[in-house]
């Protein structure tokens, strides 16, 4: 999901590629990788993220925790259970934002663990807040929870309009989508890598192309990114973290923010091993080779900069921790849950399924140690 992508008009019926390559013909040849990325996954009638397509699943184009099924929602309930009852002595109201909600599963996962934790008065006090930036997905959002009848659920067009909230905020696999700039290390310098097209044979193909930096954001990002490494070499750079970021800090009176996702330290993704970068494009759980090819048909994603995400977080004035595995966050969490579990009978069939899901969260080789958990606070 991305907050900072443009409400384009387009004709419905139209393709995405003719609209790049007419970015490209008015950018004198050149748009920046961002750009391409807000195109193929974010325009509003033809993006990957925003047509009424299946992209999640064992069917689809990757699996998530939340896909795995109820137990990641449940977990998560447990563990925020205990910080909304602290935050409703400060305020009369308290809230779970959601970014990224695809179809509504987790929200719905975490109000049905968070009905029988809380006291009734309190859940009546609990509003979850799904923000959405198109109209598509929020009429389709809107649509499922009226059939869930779940009144404490809503979805906001975005998030910077809403303020004074206490609470919790979660954003699964959020960051890796949000649309990132490409630089590239020739002779001793960096410059920024973007899209093109080539005329072959009569037919137009999106390419890589090269030019000097021109976004001041970008220079100085940059400007301490070391200069030793291989001609060539390649790397992701997020400029959307601070937008994001901002428009959090500025609606939470108090916060305790969760972010999950794959990703390193800045110093790892500076690693000699990573030279072409870490961005990648995704369908049917295979790894499409070139990402330029077929906008809109695949997802496109990189490994976030833990290290930028943190320093970004607290100019702002978070209070931002070292990520920790998906595995050791979600084993914490979840040890209320697996009492409680115990107590009501571990051969149960619905409790042995959930079990199962929750040893796929936490197995290193699967999710475990892949993803990690950003926990931010204000």
């Known amino acids: 999901m991305s907050e900072q992508a443009t409400e ?55 699996i998530t925790s939340v896909s795995v099924g109820k137990c990641y929602g449940l977990i998560l309930a447990h563990h925020f259970a205990p ?9 009369g109201e308290v809230v779970v934002v959601e970014l990224g909600a695809e179809s509504g599963d987790l929200a719905l996962d975490i109000m049905g663990g968070l009905s ?8 009546e006090r609990l509003y979850y807040i799904i923000v959405e930036p198109f109209n598509l997905k ?6 499922r929870l009226n059939l869930e009848g779940i009144k404490n659920i809503s979805v906001i067009s975005e998030l910077k309009k809403e303020n004074n909230f206490h609470g919790v905020l979660i954003g699964n696999e959020v960051l890796d989508a949000l649309p990132f700039r490409r630089v590239r290390l020739r002779g001793k310098n960096w ?11 009569k037919k137009m193909k999106l390419i890589e192309v090269e030019r000097c930096i021109q976004n001041q954001s970008l220079i100085s990002r940059v400007v301490n990114f070391p200069k030793d490494l291989p001609d060539g070499f390649t790397a992701e750079v997020n400029l959307n973290f601070k937008n994001l970021l901002s428009g959090i800090h500025s609606s939470f009176v108090k916060l305790k923010g969760f972010f999950v996702d794959y990703g390193c330290s800045h110093y790892e993704l500076m690693d000699i091993g990573r030279s072409e970068g870490t961005v990648r494009a995704y369908s049917g759980h295979k790894y499409v080779k070139d990402i330029l090819l077929s906008p809109g048909s695949n997802d496109i994603t ?3 900069d833990f290290d930028w995400f943190r320093a970004s977080a607290e100019k702002l004035g978070f209070i931002a921790h070292e990520p920790i595995d998906q595995y050791r966050f979600l ?18 069939v619905e409790n042995m399924k959930l079990i ?5 969260l936490i197995h290193p080789t699967i999710m475990g140690r892949a993803f990690k958990v950003l926990n931010f606070q204000k």
């Open 191 to 201: 410059i920024e890598l973007g899209v093109g097209i080539k005329t072959e044979e």
């Open 138 to 143: 929020r009429e389709a959002l809107r649509n």
């Open 356 to 360: 199962n899901q929750f040893k796929t």
């Open 302 to 304: 990189s490994n976030v």
């Open 116 to 123: 029988t934790l809380l006291s009734k008065n309190l859940f």
């Open 83 to 91: 910080i909304l009852k602290n935050f409703s002595n400060f305020s």
């Open 8 to 62: 384009l008009t387009a004709d419905k019926n139209g393709h995405i590629f003719d609209l790049i390559a007419g970015e490209i013909k008015e950018g004198n040849g050149f748009i920046p990788f961002e750009r391409f990325m807000e195109l193929a996954l974010y325009h509003p009638q033809l993006g990957y993220y925003t047509k009424n397509i299946k992209r999640v699943g064992k069917d689809a184009d990757f």
């Open 331 to 348: 084993t914490n969490a979840a040890e209320p849950w697996l009492l409680q579990i115990e107590k009501s009978g571990i051969n149960n």
